[in-house]
Antibody
Framework: QVQLVQSGAEVKKPGSSVKVSCKAS????????ISWVRQAPGQGLEWMGG????????NYAQKFQGRVTITTDESTSTAYMELSSLRSEDTAVYYC?????????????WGQGTLVTVSS | SSELTQDPAVSVALGQTVRITCQGD??????ASWYQQKPGQAPVLVIY???NRPSGIPDRFSGSSSGNTASLTITGAQAEDEADYYC???????????FGGGTKLTVL
């Protein structure tokens, strides 16, 4: 059974960066697309970007271009999402999600979420 | 703003059928997937592709598509189906992913 375990909650200052990890187990890591999705308090889901580890090149939503970096470490089956120049509006729960294949939109497995709070 | 549009809220009587819709130009070319999210929990995929249910999803959930509109139908809604429902698909360029704004389903 595929499991995604994310790193713990973070509190960050405006202008700083945060890096969230997502460790996969129970399946083949490299061939499946991993997406990062965030949800601000009381708001909807927002796709930030994703990567297929075996290809290594990430795609990013235009809104986050230049501020987000998604990477993977195949040796540890871990995906990372780093968001820079944090502002209060980035306060949200950040989820990693694994595709059932490489469609990008069949997000069949989700991490538990990581709360990132941006506050001075 | 989202390229996929959903009604903010829908209600259904217990045991009745409800349809939740998702509209967007990209749906003319790509299927939508549907997710159920309950408070404090991660989303759960309930429908993907043409009309596929992941293991463990009850068969009262089904999906369909026509033109620029995708639909999630719950036939015989149960109290435990009360949740937020989100659609997602490729965007108009086909290179990226977008989510709809979500629909809050109330089971009366």
């Amino acid at each position: 059974q595929v499991q995604l375990v994310q790193s713990g909650a973070e509190v960050k200052k405006p202008g700083s960066s945060v890096k969230v990890s997502c460790k996969a187990s129970g399946g083949t890591f490299s061939s499946y697309a991993i997406s990062w999705v965030r949800q601000a308090p009381g708001q909807g889901l927002e796709w930030m970007g994703g990567i297929i580890p075996i290809f290594g090149t990430a795609n990013y939503a235009q809104k986050f271009q230049g501020r987000v970096t998604i990477t993977t470490d195949e040796s540890t089956s871990t995906a990372y999402m780093e968001l820079s120049s944090l502002r209060s509006e980035d306060t949200a729960v950040y989820y990693c999600a694994r595709d059932l294949g490489s469609s990008w939109v069949f997000l069949g497995y989700w991490g538990q979420g990581t709360l990132v709070t941006v506050s001075s | 703003s989202s390229e996929l549009t959903q009604d903010p809220a829908v209600s259904v009587a217990l045991g009745q059928t409800v349809r939740i819709t998702c509209q967007g130009d990209s749906l003319r070319s790509y299927y939508a997937s549907w997710y159920q999210q309950k408070p404090g929990q991660a989303p759960v995929l309930v429908i993907y592709g043409k009309n596929n249910r992941p293991s463990g999803i009850p068969d009262r959930f089904s999906g369909s598509s026509s033109g620029n509109t995708a639909s999630l139908t719950i036939t015989g809604a149960q109290a435990e189906d009360e949740a937020d429902y989100y659609c997602n698909s490729r965007d108009s360029s086909g290179n990226l992913v977008v989510f709809g704004g979500g629909t809050k389903l109330t089971v009366l």
